[in-house]
């Protein structure tokens, strides 16, 4: 597959920007390629995240003004239907490629074939023409994306979600740094693609300066949040009645996949100094650490549970696993503040999520998260990843009981100009940016 990529990324003439005439049309129909996670999985376990929620609402907010939108995902059980309407105009397709379970993310460069060609079956039951465009997420993706859009005469337009070089260059002590070929992979996917979408301005900067991106081909599109879903609703006190949880204590919440990158050690770690620091605490805090493990996680399932105990505040900490997107509403409006300590993030769709719901967020200052968490105002940035910085954030929290009502309503006005509508509509002028150059192109090859 290595020299066809080579040979086809050759044929790729950077395009310029361009102003696009109303009459341009969007796509009629979209393959939206995910091939390591469903968009049908639970998010916070496995490899299921906010690429998830992602694909999820851009797919049904896409229907909504009018492209139709096919998912195509590899099967991960025996015996699931060919395809699922997730939503009108929402269709998931499964793909048989490789065995149903027990196929860790990094096998499944071996099972692309096999998925290329379950794309290509269903693409060969329709008439020409069939799909207009393909949207591919993450690496993996962008792989049988490429072969698919050449084949179909398409344009390509590609997510990255996460990057390689970006990640292996704040590595977590003791994370497993993701492996050239991944590297080689994301850098033909880049030359091959007639747009890459980013999700912030960071991120586009990553891919001109990491991967050789040319600017020009780069759009920034910022991910929504459902504000139906995720909104202050009744308040704090009625979602910790729900709960069970105790009306004044102080809650910092973890909510994701439990991995090295997500780092919840490091808010462990500081809610241990606090204790350490104030013993009367203890009857008044309660940490929930909702997901499940993840990645380089699974090696050590109980890793962060011993580690609570370790530090002797295993009576503080509740683990919960994975919830409904609907239950974990109901988490963000209960806490006190959401603690984000992540090593890396492309954006971080739940500090946005904690945010409509009400609640502020600290995080570490990476990735998209500047992005999502206005400083000093909707939450507070951390500088690096030191549990003492953390527990002195989340001191003020303890200390002020007016600071998270105060932050949460300045959360919850930020968080509003994310809506998915305009995420949506962002992205189909993408598309359309995309068609426009991807004929023009065509037509300038055969004259």
């Known amino acids: 597959m290595s020299q066809y990529v080579s040979r086809l990324a050759g044929t790729l ?18 393959a939206m390629l995910s091939v390591h996670t469903s968009p049908l999985h639970q998010p916070g376990t496995g490899d299921a995240g906010g690429m998830n929620v992602y694909i999820v609402e851009l797919a049904r907010r896409l229907a909504a003004i009018g492209v139709e939108v096919e998912i195509f995902t590899r099967a991960t059980t025996g015996g699931l239907p060919g395809t ?9 397709r499964h793909v048989d490629a490789g065995p149903y379970e027990g196929l860790a993310k990094e096998d499944l460069p071996a099972q692309l074939c096999a998925f290329t060609h379950g794309v290509m079956r269903a693409w060969a039951g329709h008439r020409p023409g069939h799909y207009d465009l393909v949207h591919s997420h993450y690496w993996l993706s962008g792989h049988v994306g490429w072969l698919a859009a050449e084949r179909w005469g398409v344009p390509l337009v590609h997510a990255m979600h996460t990057m390689a070089k970006v990640k292996n260059a704040s590595l977590a002590d003791g ?38 991106a040319v600017p020009a081909k780069v759009a920034v599109v910022h991910p929504g ?21 105790p009306q004044d204590a102080v809650i910092p919440l973890f909510a994701g996949r439990i991995q090295p990158l997500k780092a919840p050690d490091v808010l462990l770690r500081a809610v241990a100094l606090l204790l350490a ?3 009367s605490l203890r009857s008044r805090m309660v940490v929930p650490i909702v997901g499940g493990p993840s990645g380089s996680g699974l090696a050590k399932p109980e890793g962060l549970q011993k580690l609570a105990a370790r530090l002797g505040i295993a009576d503080v900490v509740q683990f919960r696993p994975p919830v409904a997107q609907d239950r974990l509403a109901d988490w963000f409006r209960a806490a006190s503040v959401l603690v984000m300590p992540s090593h890396s993030e492309s954006f971080g769709l739940v500090a946005i999520e904690a945010q409509a719901a009400g609640t502020p967020v600290v995080a ?60 949506a509509s962002a992205t189909a002028e993408v598309y ?4 426009h150059e991807h004929r023009r192109r065509v037509r300038s090859h055969h004259g």
């Open 277 to 279: 620091e104030d013993p």
């Open 84 to 92: 699922v309407e997730l939503a009108p105009g929402v269709l998931v």
């Open 225 to 245: 949040v459902n504000l139906d879903r995720f909104r202050v609703a009744d308040g704090r006190s009625a979602a910790r009645a729900r709960l069970g949880l």
């Open 13 to 30: 003439a950077a395009p310029s920007r361009l102003r696009l005439p109303g009459h341009h049309r969007r796509p009629r129909r979209v």
């Open 432 to 435: 359309t940016a995309a068609m």
């Open 364 to 423: 570490a200052a990476v990735g998209g998260l500047p992005v999502a968490v206005r400083d000093g105002r909707t939450g507070f940035l951390v500088a690096g990843h030191d549990p003492a910085d953390y527990a002195r954030v989340l001191r003020r929290f303890v200390d002020d009981h007016c600071l998270t009502e105060r932050m949460g309503a300045a959360a919850a006005a930020h968080a509003r100009c994310f809506g998915w509508d305009s995420a």
């Open 175 to 212: 994370d497993t740094p993701e492996p050239a070929a991944r590297v080689i992979g994301e850098t033909q996917i880049v030359d091959a693609a007639d747009r890459l979408i980013a999700n912030t301005a960071e991120e586009a900067g990553e891919l001109v300066r990491h991967y050789g």
